[in-house]
């Protein structure tokens, strides 16, 4: 029986031995999205997005010479839990790299930890810039990349004379809003032409809120909706619009969170012509874009669909690989980097820059809802350069980020001080 047991014990040493160095033979890759709660409707395709791509790229033959190993965790929108499940993922599980987050809180929450600890978290959505941190690689848009252009085609295209800017209640939305609402000052808007309104997240009754934005327009002016609102509380905001039989062309509104993934849960019919405005939209038609959607199809469902933040994620994995190939190390400070100056092909048929402030040069859509959840293109820019610093609040307008020559991403150039970034949420 001795015999047997030591027998046994040195097999089970050699299975730990072997799994130990199985662990070693891969780069793990952290997946920091929720997939419950009230951000899964969003978050859960992203992380599949994430493990599409690992395959890909295993199928490649891996990262030098390693396979990826994707090493997913569940935050649950729960804005501390993303700060615990980060650490976690950086001490335990020690991944090379994050790709995760969607709401700005969340980012927010988890930002001291990357810093602290020197991780890289790729940041694939869309937010309200007033931010460069030299762990996070921002993929989605910067305000003058998404929101400032949308508020231009409502003045330009539109005609619109009064504004509703609805956000749900945190930093995105709030940040975002002081930007456009200071802007559209600037173009001439009076401020009491502004209404400006909060919800919490998974906000359901909106027949007081939609009745308020109606009653703006009693004088007559054109009223448009400017949506900051994010989550399952849009199903509840978009259904409140079409019950009171409010159309497009009565107020039309522009969503900066509302994608086809979110619209494949709602019935559109009643929402025909109402906008979002994103850096990519699936019915983009270019030869990689429909390359992309049948990969992704192939892999997740014939009835999945594609989206604006699934293409950031697309563009900063591609960056990551290609950097990490340059640097020929996962290591954080050789990858960062390597990063600067990359281009990687984006979904629209052109290319995506990593610029000096961590974020990205990249084109703009304004997307009509269709009947069928997708979205017809009515305007695209030229790629524009993400300005980490907003040129619309007199405190930003100073500051400046260019990590490889400054070494910082908060540089005054009044003061010519690099000033130290709080997270503040």
Same mark, same amino acid.
């Given at each position: 029986m001795k015999?047997?047991?030591t ?10 031995m072997s799994?130990a ?6 780069i793990?890759? #952290?997946v920091?999205h929720?997939l ?8 859960t395709?992203?992380?599949d997005? %994430?493990l @599409? @791509?690992?395959?890909d790229?295993n199928?490649?033959?891996g990262l030098?010479?390693k396979?990826? =190993? ?6 649950a929108s $729960? &804005?501390?839990? +993303?700060?615990e499940?980060a650490? /976690?993922?950086?001490?335990?599980s020690?991944?090379?790299?994050t790709?995760?987050? &969607?709401?700005? %809180?969340?980012r927010k929450?988890?930002?001291?930890v990357?810093e602290?600890?020197?991780g890289?978290? +790729?940041?694939p %959505?869309?937010y309200? *810039?007033e931010?460069?941190?030299?762990n %996070? +690689?921002?993929t989605?848009? !910067?305000?003058?990349q998404q929101a400032?252009p ?5 003045l /330009? =295209?539109l ?7 609805? *956000?749900?209640?945190?930093v995105?939305?709030r940040?975002t ?11 001439g808007i009076?401020k009491e032409?502004?209404?400006?309104n ?7 009754? &909106?027949?007081?809120?939609v009745?308020?934005?109606v009653?703006l327009?009693?004088?007559?002016k054109?009223?448009?909706v400017?949506?900051t609102?994010n989550?399952?509380?849009?199903? #509840? ?5 079409a019950?009171?039989?409010?159309s497009a $062309?009565?107020?039309p509104v522009?969503?900066f969170?509302?994608? =086809? /993934?979110?619209?494949s ?11 979002a !405005?994103?850096?990519?939209f ?7 874009n429909? /390359?992309?959607?049948e990969?992704w199809?192939a +892999?997740a469902g014939p ?7 699934m293409?950031?994620?697309?563009i900063?994995?591609? @960056?990551?690989v290609?950097a990490v190939?340059a640097?020929?190390t996962?290591?954080?400070?050789a990858?960062?980097t390597?990063m600067?100056g990359?281009e990687?092909?984006n ?6 820059? @990593?610029?000096?402030n961590?974020h990205l ?8 809802i269709?009947?069928? *959840?997708q979205?017809?293109?009515?305007s695209?820019t ?6 980490a610093w907003t $040129?619309?609040?007199?405190e930003s ?5 260019? &990590?490889p020559g400054?070494?910082?991403g908060?540089y ?9 970034l709080?997270s503040?949420?």
């Amino acid at each position: 029986m001795k015999t047997f047991k030591t027998m046994m014990l040195g097999a089970g040493l050699g299975l730990s031995m072997s799994g130990a160095a199985v662990a070693q033979d891969t780069i793990k890759v #952290g997946v920091l999205h929720s997939l419950s709660g009230t951000m899964a409707i969003s978050e859960t395709t992203l992380k599949d997005t %994430v493990l @599409m @791509m690992i395959d890909d790229q295993n199928k490649k033959g891996g990262l030098l010479g390693k396979q990826l =190993e994707a090493v997913v965790v569940d935050p649950a929108s $729960d &804005w501390p839990l +993303f700060a615990e499940k980060a650490r /976690e993922l950086l001490t335990v599980s020690n991944v090379a790299v994050t790709f995760g987050c &969607w709401t700005s %809180v969340s980012r927010k929450s988890v930002l001291p930890v990357y810093e602290e600890l020197n991780g890289l978290l +790729f940041y694939p %959505v869309q937010y309200e *810039g007033e931010e460069s941190s030299k762990n %996070v +690689f921002y993929t989605g848009a !910067a305000p003058n990349q998404q929101a400032i252009p949308a508020t231009d085609y409502f003045l /330009e =295209e539109l005609g619109v004379q009064k504004f509703a800017l609805l *956000g749900t209640d945190y930093v995105y939305p709030r940040t975002t809003n002081n930007i456009l609402e200071a802007y559209l000052i600037s173009k001439g808007i009076p401020k009491e032409d502004i209404f400006v309104n909060y919800t919490p997240f998974g906000h359901s009754d &909106w027949s007081k809120i939609v009745a308020d934005v109606v009653a703006l327009g009693a004088d007559g002016k054109k009223v448009g909706v400017i949506s900051t609102i994010n989550g399952d509380a849009n199903i #509840g905001f978009y259904k409140e619009l079409a019950a009171a039989g409010i159309s497009a $062309d009565d107020i039309p509104v522009v969503a900066f969170s509302v994608g =086809e /993934e979110e619209l494949s849960g709602l019935d559109t019919s009643n929402l025909v012509g109402h906008l979002a !405005a994103w850096n990519y939209f699936q019915s983009a038609d270019v030869p990689v874009n429909a /390359e992309f959607i049948e990969k992704w199809k192939a +892999f997740a469902g014939p009835d999945r669909v594609t989206n604006d933040p699934m293409e950031a994620t697309v563009i900063g994995f591609q @960056m990551w690989v290609a950097a990490v190939e340059a640097a020929g190390t996962t290591d954080v400070d050789a990858v960062r980097t390597a990063m600067y100056g990359l281009e990687v092909p984006n979904l629209t048929g052109g290319t995506a820059k @990593m610029l000096p402030n961590h974020h990205l040069t990249k084109p703009v859509l304004i997307g009509e809802i269709r009947a069928d *959840g997708q979205f017809d293109i009515v305007s695209q820019t030229e790629p524009v350069a993400g300005d980490a610093w907003t $040129d619309f609040l007199p405190e930003s307008a100073v500051l400046e980020s260019d &990590w490889p020559g400054l070494g910082c991403g908060m540089y005054n150039n009044d003061t010519k001080t690099c000033v130290q970034l709080t997270s503040n949420y």
